[in-house]
Nanobody
């Protein structure tokens, strides 16, 4: 069974750090562009960061604070989140990222449906 399992979320104060972990099983992440999305109540899910073989991307709102990384040998993707802000409060999801024909990046389908995510709550 192919799946991604997220962990590492929690309740923290503004300015704190968290490290999210995404463990893949059933398929190797090697060769895939992998990323993190997040969704806040009442908002659409948004792409936060992705990483492929040689480069990474971070959305402007987290640039300089969040860092995505991967360990292909452990089939794991990480998201280091520093200087957390209340607006970072969301459920974070790990997923394959693909580039659509319109040039936008979105979730891929090779790692099954969305996992349960991991909740991050940042208090002010």
């Amino acid at each position: 069974q192919v799946q991604l399992v997220e962990s590492g979320g929690g309740l923290v104060q503004a300015g704190d750090s968290l490290r999210l972990t995404c463990a893949a099983s059933g398929r190797t992440i090697s060769g895939y562009r992998m990323g993190w999305f997040r969704q806040s109540p009442g908002k659409q899910r948004e792409l936060v960061a992705f990483i492929d073989r040689g480069s990474s991307y971070h959305v402007d709102s987290v640039k300089g604070r969040f860092t995505i990384s991967r360990d292909n040998a452990k089939n794991t993707v990480f998201l280091q989140m520093n200087s957390l802000k209340p607006e970072d409060t969301a459920t974070y999801y790990c997923a394959q990222v693909v580039r659509k024909s319109n040039g936008r990046y979105d979730v891929g389908s090779d790692f099954g449906p969305w996992g349960q995510g991991t909740q991050v709550i940042v208090s002010s």
